[in-house]
């Protein structure tokens, strides 16, 4: 089932055929906050004819089973989010903190109600809303009766394990750059952000001990590779899309156009040519000047390049990876020769 807003963009119409080919219900809703979709997703607890529901958001891509999620006896079920701070507020300790792209619930009145009034706490700060939506909201209403599920659950690609923060970055840098954008700006955005009365009460909820805590948290548990061969899912967050559309990174950026034509390749030493791996990352050779495999050391190149057309340096990073592979399931790669 797919939930449709009423006052967002129209489905195309080729996109609807090929839902409806699928047997995708779609379910129109009301806005509950103008401006603000992500909000409509709590209609969903309006859909008591449903004894489970797992709500996905759209750019969220499954890579195994998650049926295992119709089975939990929680209340509400939550994809984890390792480097939230603002949830502290509501006294959510790290491990529990929770993003709002992926997560199972019990359909009832009760609850769809009872977020509808909590949801006006958050929408009083406009900075908090606009940058959180309804996520803080969820979280703390569900704190005392649901379960985070771990990182390898939903691996957000703007996690700092990863390459994803710099083209041709070493592993770590991201996480060293990470910690230091933490201690310098976790303060004053955490008071911008804070809901609590008085606002000197989320002072000591940011700053560098806390900073350190989430990095070890995220290096910890959350690590990329360690946590890749159970990933479930990845969601490309925020302006990370695999589509070009509101993607001004890639729209501003030619060189990256090739990832459309599918998941990336390896280049042997041996010349010959295979798929690489989905638990792999990137990095650049400065003496080689070529965007390298980290597992295996060799050269990345295009789907579609036989030789000689490598992944450019301002393309080489996580993020180009999982891109890719949603264009190679989509069918946009040719065979290989």
Not at 89 to 116: K, S, T
Not at 220 to 241: F, L, M, Q, S
Not at 248 to 266: D, F, H, I, S
């Amino acid at each position: 089932m797919i939930m449709l807003g009423t006052d967002g963009p129209v489905l195309g119409t080729a996109w609807r055929v090929a839902f409806e080919r699928e047997q995708v219900i779609f379910q129109n809703v009301a806005p509950l906050v103008l401006g603000s979709p992500a909000s409509d997703k709590l209609h969903a607890w309006q859909m008591s004819q449903y004894r489970k529901l797992v709500v996905l958001d759209s750019d969220v891509l499954v890579l195994r089973s998650i049926e295992d999620l119709f089975d939990t006896k929680e209340d509400f079920v939550v994809a984890h989010h390792p480097y939230d701070l603002v949830q502290a507020q509501c006294g959510i300790p790290l491990r529990r903190r929770a993003v709002g792209a992926l997560y199972a619930i019990r359909p009832n009145e009760e609850d769809f109600q009872g977020l509808c009034k909590e949801l006006e706490l958050y929408r009083r700060n406009k900075w908090h809303f606009q940058h959180y939506g309804e996520q803080t909201c969820l979280a703390c209403y569900f704190k005392n009766r649901s379960r985070t599920l771990p990182c390898s659950y939903l691996f957000d690609l703007s996690n700092p394990t990863t390459s994803t923060c710099s083209p041709g970055a070493a592993p770590m840098t991201c996480m060293r750059k990470h910690l230091q954008n933490c201690v310098k700006w976790s303060r004053a955005s955490m008071s911008k952000f804070c809901i609590l009365t008085p606002r000197e009460q989320c002072d000591g909820l940011a700053g560098a001990a806390v900073c350190t805590l989430v990095s070890h948290h995220l290096q910890e548990h959350c690590a990329w590779t360690n946590i890749a061969a159970d990933a479930r899912a990845v969601h490309y967050k925020g302006r990370i899309k695999p589509w070009p559309v509101g993607n001004r990174k890639r729209n501003n950026n030619w060189m990256c156009q090739p990832l459309e034509t599918g998941a990336l390749r390896v280049l042997s030493s041996d010349g010959s040519r295979s798929l690489l791996a989905l638990d792999d990352d990137l990095h650049w050779n400065a003496t080689q000047r070529r965007c390298l495999s980290v597992q295996r050391g060799f050269a990345v190149q295009w789907a579609e390049q036989k030789q000689g057309f490598i992944v450019a340096r301002k393309c080489c990073h996580f993020e180009t990876i999982m891109s890719a592979w949603w264009h190679e399931l989509l069918g946009g790669a040719r065979e290989l020769p």
